[in-house]
């Protein structure tokens, strides 16, 4: 039998954090994309002319309303095999993980988001949630976050 798997045509660079909190939780979305539901970490894609680093600082700000500091972050992994874009198979995702520890005002503005709804581009964001660090791994939907969570909680 013939793969009729789309070959990818084309790249999407994507960055993402886990945030944890001082009480070793991490957030976690809970989304609706094109009729599937998925949780995956706060993040997006890269635009053109940004580095990593500046275009997950400008996620965190536009999803969370975070103003995080370039420095503040740690890098954790980047994607080593090809991940076909769930929900474009032209496209062949990279993922560049982040890890940033948060204090307790971040903390707090973040807990007094959990329970908003938001719809951005088809997207529709259902909830927030704090996830203990080391459950992530099990609550995540794609193969590429749940790799990258594997080395977050250092099991490899």
Sequence with gaps: ????????????????????NENGMVLLSNEQYKGQHFSKLPGGGVELGECTL???????????????????????????????????????????????????????????????????????LISREWVEKHSIKNRLTFEMDCKAASVFIGDK
């Design 54 to 124: 500046e275009a997950v600082v400008r996620e965190l700000n536009e999803e969370l309303k975070l103003v995080i500091e370039p420095a503040s972050l740690k890098h954790v992994y980047t994607c080593d095999f090809v991940v076909q874009n769930a929900f474009n198979p032209k496209q062949q995702v990279i993922g560049v993980y982040f890890k940033v520890k948060i204090t307790e005002k971040e903390n707090t503005l973040l807990t007094s988001q959990l329970n908003e709804t938001i719809t951005d581009n088809n997207s529709q």
């Design 1 to 20: 039998m013939a793969n009729t798997k789309q070959q990818p045509t084309e790249f999407a660079l994507r960055v993402y954090a886990f945030l944890e």
